[in-house]
């Protein structure tokens, strides 16, 4: 661990606090690196730098380094770093509290000085990423579509669901529930409880009560607050929206406390409702012990009804060692949940480390195999499982390598996309772009990569109008929301 010496020359403190997707303190340390007030010295002959720099470093700071889960690291101003060693301590070390790995058994610390100077080499003029822009029209391998900006000035929006009377509710992260009507935002919904918004946590997934028309209920999730400090935990609630309140809420399921801790990263947790039942997701929450320990409740997804008791057909409901709404295990972080609307069975999506993304089938009391098979490693490049299959164990019906990050899984529907008709659209945080899948039975068939540069992209629904929506988020700027619109041929 770094002494509080060095902490101080990145942040001007002795104590870190992380409060975005990678940490406050990952943005010093990023900005410093390339910004150091004093000269890292040449980039020396030990490792090629620039291909170290793509393998370990844009996975998080984005291709070409211009921003992703981490900050961007061309251009920019911050002057922290005082000394070579205290960057290279920084990268070998790392800062595990904080999300940021040690790297101490992939460089020596010459290597770790050489990376230092080449992302140092990086702070010249830049341009800012090119992102989609309002009215372009992308060429799909099945037809065209037109990008139309429908609303924007969110802080990462990271949930949204369609109101019978057409107007579009939205969760941002930051803590805030927000009414979209015709494009323009509301005032926030007041009331809303406080949430824990640092790294992966904040206020997640919302969900419409399946006979919401007649009883009003919007289910959340969100990272809770714990009693101690720093200390949080997924958490799943209900409430209702009367005069720009939120009213009447009830606590759907919470972990015991003994499962809330200072980690912030792998909260989960989408929500969806399947005959009348609740599924939410928990990711491991950063130990990954957590999702082949069926009395712990991350690292799965649960099934629970509406009001939060548990069904009587739940795979583990008799177990005493087991958690009773558990539904299936072995997961890292699932944060997609759709279902399929010709088979009505389940798909998740979830990340893997570096590398090993998958998408699966999800099987009633199956296990998914993290983190006993995967097809990834550490962040530092070492194996995490010889393994990528196991009996016993169900395989993804595919992975991404290196890792793309997927955020959303959701099936096409609409009519007005007939060539994608119940195709699987798959939304990516670090690839900032959407795949469309193709599967038959567990096997794929096809994908296909289209809207890149589009931004990290957080939840796609259908809208009234039979348009596809997507909300997004950018680094350091507002998110929006998009809707894609048939080009005809």
């Known amino acids: 661990m770094l002494s509080p010496q060095v902490c101080r020359a990145f942040t001007g403190s002795t104590r870190f606090t992380v409060s975005s997707d990678f940490g406050v303190f990952m943005r010093h340390v990023a900005r410093a690196l390339i910004f150091a007030c004093v000269?890292?010295?040449?980039?020396?002959?030990?490792?090629?730098?620039?291909?170290?720099?793509?393998?370990?470093c844009y996975g998080c700071h984005g291709d070409q380094f211009t921003g992703g889960r981490a900050p961007a690291l061309a251009g920019g101003g911050w002057h922290h770093a005082r000394t070579?060693?205290?960057?290279?301590?920084?990268?070998?070390?790392?800062?595990?509290?904080?999300?940021?790995?040690?790297?101490?058994?992939?460089?020596?610390?010459?290597?770790?000085?050489?990376?230092?100077?080449?992302?140092k080499s990086r702070d010249m003029p830049w341009e800012p990423a090119q992102f989609i822009l309002d009215g372009t029209v992308l060429h799909t391998q099945l037809g065209a579509i037109k990008m139309e900006r429908f609303s924007d000035g969110y802080e990462t929006p990271w949930s949204m669901a369609f109101l019978p009377d057409g107007r579009l509710l939205v969760t941002e992260k930051a803590g805030r529930l927000r009414i979209v009507d015709h494009g323009q935002l509301t005032p926030a919904i007041e009331g809303i409880p406080a949430v824990h918004y640092q790294q992966d946590g904040g206020l997640l997934s919302l969900a419409l009560d399946p006979d919401f028309a007649k009883n009003g209920w919007i289910y959340l999730s969100?990272?809770?607050?714990?009693?101690?400090?720093?200390?949080?935990?997924?958490?799943?609630?209900?409430g209702k929206i009367r005069d720009g309140h939120w009213v009447d809420q009830e606590t759907v399921w919470a972990a015991d406390a003994k499962f809330y801790h200072t980690g912030d990263d792998h909260y989960g947790c989408r929500l969806l409702f399947v005959n009348g039942?609740?599924?939410?997701?928990?990711?491991?929450r950063g130990?990954?012990?957590?999702?082949?320990?069926?009395?712990?409740?991350?690292?799965?997804?649960?099934?629970?009804?509406?009001?939060?008791?548990?069904?009587?057909?739940?795979?583990?409901?008799?177990?005493?060692?087991?958690?009773?709404?558990?539904w299936s295990y072995g997961h890292r972080n699932p944060q997609g949940l759709a279902i399929d609307p010709q088979t009505g069975e389940i798909w998740e999506v979830e990340h893997g480390p570096r590398g090993g993304d998958e998408l699966n089938h999800i099987h009633k009391g199956a296990n998914y195999g993290w983190p006993i098979v995967t097809w990834g490693t550490n962040e530092d490049g070492?194996?995490?499982?010889?393994?990528?299959?196991?009996?016993g164990m169900v395989d993804p019906v595919a992975h991404w390598t290196p890792s793309q990050a997927p955020g959303v899984l959701y099936f096409s529907d609409s009519d007005r996309y007939p060539a994608w008709k119940n195709q699987i659209l798959v939304g990516f945080l670090r690839?900032?772009?959407?795949?469309?899948?193709?599967?038959?039975?567990?096997?794929?068939?096809?994908?296909?990569?289209?809207?890149?540069?589009?931004?990290?992209?957080?939840?796609?629904?259908?809208?009234?109008d039979g348009l596809i929506y997507v909300a997004v988020e950018h680094w350091e700027r507002s998110g929006e929301i998009w809707r894609m619109v048939p080009v005809a041929r």
């Open 84 to 119: 070579e060693e205290e960057a290279a301590d920084i990268i070998l070390h790392g800062l595990p509290n904080a999300g940021m790995p040690a790297f101490e058994k992939t460089f020596s610390v010459e290597d770790a000085r050489a990376l230092a100077a080449f992302i």
């Open 222 to 238: 969100y990272a809770d607050p714990g009693a101690k400090p720093d200390y949080s935990m997924t958490k799943v609630i209900r």
């Open 382 to 391: 070492t194996k995490i499982s010889d393994a990528t299959s196991a009996p």
């Open 431 to 464: 690839g900032q772009k959407i795949h469309r899948v193709r599967v038959k039975g567990d096997t794929l068939v096809e994908q296909e990569a289209f809207a890149n540069s589009l931004g990290r992209v957080r939840d796609i629904k259908t809208g009234p």
């Open 39 to 56: 000269s890292l010295g040449p980039v020396r002959a030990s490792i090629d730098a620039k291909g170290q720099a793509e393998q370990f």
């Open 287 to 326: 130990d990954r012990s957590n999702a082949q320990n069926l009395a712990n409740p991350c690292g799965k997804i649960h099934r629970v009804n509406p009001d939060g008791t548990v069904p009587a057909d739940n795979p583990f409901v008799d177990r005493k060692d087991a958690d009773p709404t558990v």
């Open 277 to 284: 039942k609740l599924f939410f997701s928990i990711g491991d």
